[in-house]
């Protein structure tokens, strides 16, 4: 799961959940694959609590972007969301601005790779 910290852009309560876009290729090279991708034809899904907590997370991706605190964002979710694979193994990553288009995707892919394959590294 891909999404920014702490920001609402719809009228879920998970608008900011990447589902289409450079994210998903990013996840791929990284060795991932993204649980939303068919949630939305958009770039972004705007999902709800209860759609969120039936599928299953084995790992999380936060962005952050004018979050002061994206860690602790990440951990709220892993407790609020227990079931989730990404709960029981405490498996996030938080990025900064490096899953768009541009020169730092290669640190996102890194970053990604290590958390979803630490034994590769």
Known sequence: MVLFSNMAMGSNDFSSVFSKGIVNDI????????????????LFADLSKEKVAATDVDALVVISYNDPDPAAYAKKLLKEFPQWSAAENNEYVVLSDSMYLGPSNDLAVERIAKMLHPEAF
């Open 27 to 42: 996840l791929a090279k990284a060795g991932g694959a993204n649980a939303f991708e068919d949630a939305s034809k958009a």
